[in-house]
């Protein structure tokens, strides 16, 4: 974010000469740095590699897609993950991880383009001026519309496009960057995604798999929605109000608090910033249009966002080298975000390089199996939560584990509804806490927070979402959730 105007209220131009951290800097020195605590865990699940059985389900194709035979599981030979080949894994990491890692670069440029109009900074004084008094209703406002983007069409990797832009409004209007951090990821993510109305990346997905009708048992899961979009406006309200009476209980990230005072009362933005806003808007129409009707993923939107980003440029009368400059400091200051991506990635290279992914799956099914059986959504609750450390994908841990989970389901008297509901909510509330979480650690790094500060102030919340989901795993399990 190097290009930004001097007007900027949320942060100075980041760069050397006025000692503000950029991107490559911000990771945070006090706690676990990210990068170390992904390299401690590879090697964890190395030396496990030479201890744990390799094991092997056979694939088949459903539907075009690779799923899990499940009476198919072999032990076969061991082969462990040796020193270099570990260190190697973290270049096919990056390979498996690369559609995300460049459109994290993608988005940044296009980012840094935008800011470079000084559109979005004049958008955010004109948001501080009209909201300025009206906390109570922006922040459910913004919940809303999040949740709605993640339970409606499953909106995750994207999200990241907006923390750019709502970490500076909420500091601008007096909160900190955790306040718009978590507006966009709990509301996308932990209200929106989990609950997966018509999600196609987690509920349709699994909801296919276990041949279910798709997007059926809509019911239980908008009252999901319901529940835990209020819990989460409630959280992050009470910290914002926390923030706002003392500010020096906030966390800011990159940016600095007292930037926020700036705000002039008559501030009006200027005709170009408007027309160049438009422009966005017209970009985030045809964003969900295109995600919704055309099935585009992170290429197109990546592309969506650069044409967007060239048309505001001209529009704010930038010429072609500032727009230039522009893209290659807004894809600098993504770097530690992108790479971060790639270094998760390379947990999962050397589990399935150790023949320990299938192994993994197949004692977490005999675990559930052996349960009681009026715990057993939970158990299968519990089994999702922890395999999504190793696959983070929605859509992947789907076509993992429900060829498993579903006819185990048959057996143990647990419809394959309440199967799938256990997938959602364990995929979807881990997905908050666990470093392997590539858009988690990207979105931490765009907004400067550390994974350490980020994991103390979320952890009650999380509690919070379990106890809820066990509750609603109950209910499921009661009512004999449905159809089958």
Known sequence: MDNLPNEQITSEPLNPKNNVPNQLSELPEKG?????????????????????PAGQYERIEQDGRSVVDPTSFEFIDSTPVGLLQMFSSIHAGMIEGSSIILFVFLFGGALGIMQATG??????????????????????LMVLIFASLGTLIGSAEDALVYIAIIVPMT?????????????VILGTLATGFISGITNPFNVGVAQSIAELPMYSGMGLRIAILAVFYVITVLYIYFHAMKVKRNPELGEYGKFRREDHTMVDED???????????????LNFILLIYGVIKLGWYI???????????IIMGMIGGLSASKMANGFISGAGDMVSGALIIGVAQTILVIITSGGLLDTILYYAAGMVEHLPPAINALGMFI????????????????????????????????????????????DGISNMIFPTS???????????????????????????????????????????????
């Open 32 to 52: 676990i740095n990210p990068f170390v605590l992904m390299f401690i865990v590879i090697v964890i699940v190395t030396i496990l590699t030479y201890i744990l």
């Open 119 to 140: 559109a979005l900074d004049s958008f955010i004084k004109f948001v501080a001026v009209r909201f300025g008094t009206k906390e109570k209703l922006l922040i459910p």
């Open 171 to 183: 500091i601008a209007l007096g909160f900190d960057a955790l306040t718009g951090f978590a507006i």
């Open 267 to 281: 501030f009006k933005m200027s005709i170009r910033h408007s027309m160049a806003l438009f422009v966005l808007l």
């Open 299 to 309: 290429s197109e939107i990546g592309g969506l966002f650069l044409l967007s980003a």
């Open 383 to 426: 089994v999702q939560m922890f395999l999504n450390f190793i696959v983070p994908s929605g859509s992947g841990q789907a076509a993992l584990t429900m060829p498993i989970m579903a006819p185990l389901a048959d057996i143990m008297g647990v419809t394959r509804q309440t199967a799938v509901l256990a997938f959602q909510l364990g």
């Open 438 to 484: 590539g858009v988690l650690l990207a979105g931490l790094a765009v907004a400067g927070i550390s994974f350490t500060k980020w994991v103390k102030w979320v952890l009650p919340f999380l509690i919070i979402q379990i106890a809820v989901a066990i509750i609603f795993l109950i209910i499921a399990q009661s009512i004999q959730y449905g159809p089958f």
